[in-house]
């Protein structure tokens, strides 16, 4: 399989030093006394926000290891940014504007204030097969650090970029409808995997493990007549064995009184592939929750939880959270896997915090930041997912199997949080 190429840009090792507090008593909002933010902005890239922590004299520096946010570009996004055009704006491809005060996302920042900016331009660096820091130290921002003054801020930022090559996956058709699932290369479409779904059924070895993993059900009469339950999508691949596949273990019931499936009972899939101790086994790797979030946007929220390796049916409760995504109701989204966007505080798996660096367990080695992304339809409408896998998660094709159940179980809650008034799109009507 060959990959696409993508590059990774991060920012992180944030800190800030006021070396003369004098100057910023003048002002409104007392810098040391007040927490200070960033928006971190990469020309056609949605800003990130970020906290910028205060280093004191006392303190050693900032942590070296930390991220406080990642860019994925495609070799598209850095044509663009290289590419000049009379009405390209003069701005840095790459800025950093610091804040102090509190954050109002809603109000345009009104409570806060501008300390000062870093700017980095993009070069031909961005375009290296090989990790380059474009930039780590302090650099002195805000006015006063023109003409010899003594500046009123110093920043510390790392900034890298690195190749991350990505598999490109779609499903050729919608997902019940029994698809192949092709890899995309350039304008070649490759068959990898086909893709099988039945419902009301299952097959005699996913049997035993997924009672085990089922959640508790809601034991109102009412949901018992009304629920969506025995879906099951097995992965294949060319030569017609099952590589992975994604059951669901508890059933999607509407919660009492409603007509749409809560976050406090979801529906749950579970994640398997096959055991390599026989031919016939298989193990949790993982599990999928999804709810209607009505909250705000109309919703669909799906968390993915990870198991640990070898733990089995009795692991359920000692895996980790690594996503929590809300994917538009009506128009469709992503579900994203990134590990430097989670924090494992509570994981029995080892992990360092920092720098989100994560085990997928099925033998591969301790690795961070994006692992996939999967891209699906809204309710009613044609789904063909995308899919976009880290080439470092993927050892074989076998490695890719057990993604590609896991975005058949995300497009199919999809439907499986459809409201129960309304009829389920075709190929998953009784």
């Known amino acids: 399989m060959d990959p696409r190429a993508f590059v990774k840009v991060s920012v992180g090792a944030l800190g800030l030093k006021i070396p003369d507090a004098s100057k910023t008593a003048r002002s409104s909002v007392h810098i040391l006394s007040s927490p200070c933010f960033c928006e971190i902005r990469l020309r056609g890239f949605p800003a990130q926000i970020a906290s910028v922590p205060l280093i004191s004299p006392s303190a050693s520096g900032p942590d070296l290891h ?83 003054g003594s500046p009123e801020a110093e920043l510390h930022v790392r900034v890298m970029v690195e190749p991350d090559p990505r598999f490109i996956f779609q499903f050729d058709d919608e997902t019940v409808l029994n698809p192949r699932i092709v890899q995309l290369q350039g304008s070649v479409r490759q068959p990898i995997f086909s893709c099988k779904f039945s419902r009301g059924s299952r097959v005699s070895q996913l049997d035993s493990i997924a009672t085990g993993w089922a959640g508790s059900q809601n034991g109102d009469n009412d949901s018992e007549r009304r629920e969506r339950k025995g879906w099951l999508v097995m992965i294949h691949d060319l030569s017609g064995s099952a590589v992975a596949a994604a059951s669901m273990v508890t059933p999607f019931v509407p919660s009492t009184g409603s007509d749409h499936v809560s976050r406090s009972n979801p529906g749950a899939w579970l994640i398997l592939r096959p055991d390599s ?152 009507r009784n």
């Open 277 to 428: 101790s026989g031919v016939d086994t298989w193990q949790p790797w993982g599990r999928l929750e999804a709810w209607r979030e009505r909250s705000g946007k109309d919703s669909i929220g799906c968390r993915f939880q990870l198991v640990a390796e070898g733990v089995g049916v009795a692991g359920m409760n000692g895996g980790i959270v690594v996503s929590e995504t809300l994917i538009n109701a009506q128009k469709g989204g992503e579900f994203l896997i990134d590990t430097s966007k989670v924090t494992f505080s509570d994981s029995p798996l080892p992990s360092p915090h920092s720098s989100g660096d994560f085990a997928f367990n099925f033998g591969l080695q301790l690795l961070g930041g994006f692992v996939m992304n999967c891209h699906v339809q809204g309710e009613g409408k044609s789904s063909k997912p995308m899919v976009q896998l880290s080439t470092r998660h993927i050892a074989c094709v076998a490695d890719a199997a057990i993604f590609m159940a896991l975005t058949a179980a995300v497009d199919l809650s999809i439907e499986a949080c459809r409201p129960f008034s309304r009829k389920p799109r075709r190929g998953i």
């Open 66 to 148: 930390s991220i406080a946010a990642s860019f994925y570009l495609e070799e598209a996004d850095l044509c663009k940014m290289s590419t000049p055009t009379c009405f390209q704006s003069p701005k840095a491809d790459l800025e950093i504007v610091i804040f102090t005060g509190r954050q109002e996302p809603c109000c345009g920042n009104s409570r806060s204030k501008r300390i000062g900016n870093f700017r980095l331009q993009a070069g031909p660096e961005w375009r290296e097969t090989r990790t380059v820091q474009l930039h780590n130290g302090w650099t002195s921002i805000g006015k006063s650090k023109v003409r010899g």
